[in-house]
């Protein structure tokens, strides 16, 4: 007898087990506690985004978006704050590189401007714009994305990242610079649109509720599996990655 109750107790933990939440509810029957083990915490693993821990999981997306569309990185590149991504997708196809920075004291900077309204860069000047991570940290992106149309040369391509799912980079008061903006796929589709015309644009979304919740803990990209980093779920929007082409006249 003793065997049998062992039998029809275990049973009942797998059909248990097998049973949805919200039936198990209306049984009469609890939801199975969850362990949160490390993620059981009021403040970040890493308040730094993962800086301290390996790469952070949105530059690996941005890495990924870049490596897809590394073949419109030519000619003349403009990037901002540094050459570095221009330099790593571009290579022998670019034959002039240009760091753009918002104010001075950027030894890399070859170009100064706000690119709200960007009076000192000539129109038709650039065949890529790399625009990674910045959208976001510009109140009037809407005058900034004109601006990069109008930089760009007929045919040419920017390639822009922005956060969809992300802890706050620039908290109130604590910076002049400020962040203003988290996207989804839908609003940036039609942001771009307006400036880039219908047909022009692409948009890509990267993540997974995994790598959400791993984001904003600061876990680092490494802590996670290439299988689980890669896995895409479109409700997750971690990363925004736009393709904009300037239309030829």
């Known amino acids: 007898m003793s065997l049998l109750r062992n039998v ?12 949805p939440s919200s039936l198990k ?26 800086f301290s ?7 690996y997306y941005i890495e990924k978006f870049l490596q897809e569309h590394a073949g419109d990185v030519r000619g003349r590149v403009l990037e901002l704050g540094d050459s570095s991504y221009t330099k790593r997708y571009g290579g022998s196809r670019v034959t002039k590189s240009d760091v753009l920075h918002y104010t001075k004291g950027n030894p890399q900077a070859t170009i100064i401007a706000d ?16 625009f990674t991570q910045t959208l976001q940290m510009i109140y009037d992106h809407h005058a ?4 990069l149309q109008r930089i760009l040369r007929p045919n040419g391509v920017l390639l822009c990242t922005a956060n969809g799912i992300s802890k706050i980079c620039r908290v109130l008061g604590t910076d002049p610079w400020g962040e203003y903006w988290r996207y ?3 609003s940036s589709k039609i942001m771009f649109e307006e ?9 890509t979304t990267y993540g997974n509720v995994l790598t959400a919740i791993a984001f904003l803990h600061g876990v680092a990209a490494e802590e996670l599996s290439e299988s689980e980093l890669n896995y895409h779920d479109s409700k997750y929007e971690v990363l925004i990655g736009v ?3 300037k239309t030829a006249p």
């Open 195 to 203: 400036a880039f015309k219908a047909g022009n644009v692409k948009v």
């Open 144 to 147: 900034a994305l004109k601006t």
């Open 184 to 186: 989804t796929a839908q």
């Open 25 to 50: 509810e209306k049984m009469g029957l609890s939801v199975d506690p969850i362990d949160f083990g490390d993620l059981r915490r009021l403040q970040a693993i890493d308040p730094d985004f993962g």
């Open 53 to 59: 821990r390996g790469k952070v999981i949105d530059r």
């Open 243 to 245: 393709r904009a082409e």
């Open 115 to 130: 690119l709200t309204t960007a009076t000192n860069i000539e129109s038709n000047t650039f065949d890529c714009i790399i």
């Open 8 to 19: 029809k107790t275990k049973s009942k933990k797998v059909i248990k087990a097998m049973l």
